[in-house]
């Protein structure tokens, strides 16, 4: 049972999501993520063509498959991008339109909601992020009032959260 479990989360360290291993091992997605599961978590029996199915996929398959680009990847780089052409003035809705995505996905991301992301996409954020970081809002249309707005907004979101406490003093004595 551990020596299936070690294995997926060896090969999730590889690169490969728990889809592509369900596909290279031809096992249900949902056996896969189970495995990957903490140990208390996961189930206590395996089957034995389940734990075959792992063990028989080579650490080296995220070389050798078909796809080009493995699954979901950690989203701070992509989330570092995002916070950083908002703080240069450039508009969720305009970055959404060039990535061909929503802006609500994009806020998500930036806003640390979305912890995971394909790589896809942030591939695509970070070539955009390189380009749009060597130029100005303006250059592309973009009114100032927008841009400015939107650099304010960012940098609100970049303070940290301050919370205010009132202590009230009970002062002994009689109430008038």
Do not use: C, K, Y
């Not at 369900?22 to 949902?30: D, L, Q």
């Not at 599961?37 to 189930?43: D, L, N, Q, T, V």
């Not at 389940?50 to 996929?57: F, M, N, P, R």
């Amino acid at each position: 049972m551990t020596d299936a479990a070690t294995r997926a989360r060896q090969l999730q360290e590889t690169g490969l999501s728990a889809t592509d291993i369900a596909e290279i091992s031809g096992i249900a997605v949902t056996l896969v993520r189970r495995l990957l599961r903490p140990a208390g978590e996961r189930p206590a029996v395996i089957h034995r063509v389940t734990s075959e199915a792992i063990l028989g996929i080579p650490l080296n398959s995220a070389f050798r498959r078909d796809r080009l680009l493995p699954g979901p990847i950690g989203a701070d780089g992509a989330t570092t991008s995002l916070q950083e052409l908002a703080e240069r003035g450039w508009p969720t809705s305009f970055l959404a339109a060039r990535l061909d995505t929503t802006p609500h996905t994009l806020a998500a991301i930036r806003g640390r909601e979305r912890r995971r992301l394909a790589l896809v996409l942030d591939r695509r954020i970070h070539l955009l992020a390189a380009l749009l970081l060597a130029s100005e809002p303006a250059d592309h249309g973009i009114a100032e009032h927008r841009s400015r707005r939107t650099r304010a907004a960012a940098l609100q979101r970049a303070q940290p959260v301050q919370t205010v406490t009132t202590v009230v003093q009970r002062q002994s004595g009689p109430v008038l």
